[in-house]
């Protein structure tokens, strides 16, 4: 019998105790398992390898996703490491340009070095992705809607790219959306990413991954370099990440719903040079994210017409949304990826991917909308635009001032 989202959401990987009845699936706070003789266990040897509470995370995700199997990592990076550590020296990516710092250094300042070889391109055009492929090309990675321009691509498109070249694989980080609003599995993408310490928690107190696919073997794959890294989430982190994905489609109606109505609001400023968010007809994929998603997300861009010290300045200036790392709460975030996100990111690459010196990222929770608005108002008022030319002062200064970008 198939069953809906909610009810996968509370139910699915998590039956009540069959010992106690407890309906709250336990916490199995234990490092290792006892054997009735060398090699013959209850199904569990060490929780490295395996723990109770992280496989009922594994199997409520990949039920979410409509995926028949999930490996859950210590945090989203983790999880894009393992992917990686599927390929080999010499092999290539082609990864979506707008891309989140983390991934992109990860690709760059350390995978690189190992002999694996990217090219970022705009995957919303098939032309450059078809040119950007090689006969060495292992792997394509996007993300849709993007971090943190929130570009939309095609994901039935690219995979059918994919499709066409034996050996070749899609990988889609769907932390904006969640798996509420879209299944790249049923896309056609073979492995679906997500930090789990976004939406899937929800609540700013876990960090944590996960990956998801159909294919059993590179599901097998997948857990033996879980195993073999050893990069997992304890079991309090996946008991609050299970707790969170209870409330998963109910968290997005609200945070879809106060999105549509703060991006509204920021597109009609006169301080706001421009809002990226998929739920404005205007937005460039629209018709796409209208297609393949059920809601148009929470995450909202914009930039300010102002410069880097006016978008740190205003930044600093609101009282209900928090100046944070990540996404993903209950809690309004707020962040200026040019020195936050996406410090670890070269200023020319930041540049030519569309990241200006002015862009502020939100992460658009689920408090009152008016209240939310009424915040981003006050801030606004208090802004002063910049002409053109004194609006790219500055920046390297502040990525320097904030550090490396840690969070997504």
Same mark, same amino acid.
């Given at each position: 019998?198939?069953?809906?989202?909610?009810?996968?959401?509370?139910?699915?990987?998590?039956?009540? *105790?069959?010992?106690?009845?407890?309906?709250?699936?336990?916490?199995?706070?234990?490092?290792?398992?006892?054997?009735?003789?060398?090699?013959?266990?209850?199904?569990?040897?060490?929780?490295?390898?395996?723990?109770?509470?992280?496989?009922?995370?594994?199997?409520?995700?990949?039920?979410?996703?409509?995926?028949?199997?999930?490996?859950?990592?210590?945090?989203?990076?983790?999880?894009?490491?393992?992917?990686?550590?599927?390929?080999?020296?010499?092999?290539?990516?082609?990864?979506?340009?707008?891309?989140?710092?983390?991934?992109?250094? #990860?690709?760059?300042?350390?995978?690189?070095?190992?002999? #694996?070889?990217?090219?970022?391109?705009?995957?919303?055009?098939?032309?450059?992705?078809?040119?950007?492929?090689?006969?060495?090309?292992?792997?394509?990675?996007?993300?849709?809607?993007?971090?943190?321009?929130?570009?939309?691509? *095609?994901?039935?498109?690219?995979?059918?790219?994919?499709?066409?070249?034996?050996?070749?694989?899609?990988?889609? *980080?769907?932390?904006?959306?969640?798996?509420?609003?879209?299944?790249?599995?049923?896309?056609?993408?073979?492995?679906?990413?997500?930090?789990?310490?976004?939406?899937?928690?929800?609540?700013?107190?876990?960090?944590?991954?996960?990956?998801?696919?159909?294919?059993?073997?590179?599901?097998?794959?997948?857990?033996?370099?879980?195993?073999?890294?050893?990069?997992?989430?304890?079991?309090?982190?996946?008991?609050?990440? #299970?707790?969170?994905?209870?409330?998963?489609?109910?968290?997005?109606?609200?945070?879809?719903?106060?999105?549509?109505?703060?991006?509204?609001?920021?597109?009609?400023?006169?301080?706001?040079?421009?809002?990226?968010?998929?739920?404005?007809?205007?937005?460039?994929?629209?018709?796409?994210?209208?297609?393949?998603?059920?809601?148009?997300?929470?995450?909202?861009?914009?930039?300010?017409?102002?410069?880097?010290?006016?978008?740190?300045?205003?930044?600093?200036?609101?009282?209900?949304?928090? #100046?944070?790392?990540?996404?993903?709460?209950?809690?309004?975030?707020?962040?200026?990826?040019?020195?936050?996100?996406?410090?670890?990111?070269?200023?020319?690459?930041?540049?030519?991917?569309?990241?200006?010196?002015?862009?502020?990222?939100?992460?658009?929770?689920?408090?009152?909308?008016?209240?939310?608005? *009424?915040?981003?108002?006050?801030?606004?008022?208090?802004?002063?635009?910049?002409?053109?030319?004194?609006?790219?002062?500055?920046?390297?200064?502040?990525?320097t001032q904030f550090g490396p970008g840690g969070g997504s």
């Amino acid at each position: 019998m198939s069953h809906g989202f909610d009810t996968l959401a509370i139910h699915a990987g998590q039956p009540n *105790d069959d010992r106690t009845g407890a309906v709250a699936f336990p916490i199995y706070q234990t490092s290792t398992y006892g054997q009735s003789e060398p090699g013959v266990t209850k199904g569990f040897s060490y929780s490295r390898t395996d723990n109770p509470t992280r496989r009922a995370l594994e199997e409520n995700i990949a039920a979410l996703e409509g995926g028949g199997f999930g490996i859950a990592f210590s945090s989203g990076l983790a999880a894009a490491s393992a992917c990686l550590s599927l390929l080999r020296s010499g092999d290539h990516i082609v990864a979506a340009r707008d891309l989140y710092g983390g991934v992109y250094r #990860l690709f760059t300042k350390v995978y690189a070095k190992f002999g #694996l070889e990217f090219a970022f391109v705009d995957m919303t055009n098939p032309a450059r992705l078809e040119a950007a492929l090689r006969p060495a090309t292992k792997l394509l990675w996007l993300e849709s809607p993007s971090n943190p321009l929130l570009r939309v691509t *095609d994901i039935a498109a690219v995979a059918g790219v994919a499709k066409k070249r034996p050996g070749l694989r899609l990988v889609v *980080d769907n932390t904006f959306a969640s798996p509420y609003l879209q299944r790249p599995l049923d896309l056609g993408a073979d492995i679906v990413l997500h930090s789990t310490t976004k939406y899937l928690s929800g609540h700013s107190d876990v960090i944590g991954g996960a990956l998801v696919t159909r294919d059993s073997g590179l599901a097998g794959e997948l857990r033996f370099i879980q195993n073999a890294v050893g990069a997992v989430p304890g079991p309090q982190d996946c008991f609050l990440t #299970l707790r969170g994905i209870k409330t998963l489609g109910l968290r997005m109606e609200r945070h879809c719903a106060n999105a549509a109505k703060v991006a509204a609001f920021l597109e009609g400023h006169p301080k706001i040079a421009r809002v990226y968010f998929p739920g404005l007809p205007g937005h460039r994929g629209h018709d796409i994210a209208k297609r393949q998603q059920k809601l148009f997300g929470a995450m909202v861009s914009f930039e300010l017409a102002a410069g880097v010290e006016e978008a740190k300045a205003f930044s600093s200036r609101t009282r209900i949304f928090t #100046l944070a790392e990540s996404l993903g709460s209950v809690k309004s975030l707020l962040c200026h990826p040019p020195t936050m996100t996406h410090a670890s990111v070269e200023p020319e690459v930041r540049r030519r991917n569309g990241i200006s010196d002015g862009l502020i990222r939100l992460s658009v929770g689920i408090e009152d909308p008016a209240d939310l608005i *009424d915040d981003l108002a006050q801030a606004l008022d208090q802004t002063v635009p910049l002409s053109r030319g004194q609006a790219g002062r500055g920046i390297e200064e502040a990525a320097t001032q904030f550090g490396p970008g840690g969070g997504s």
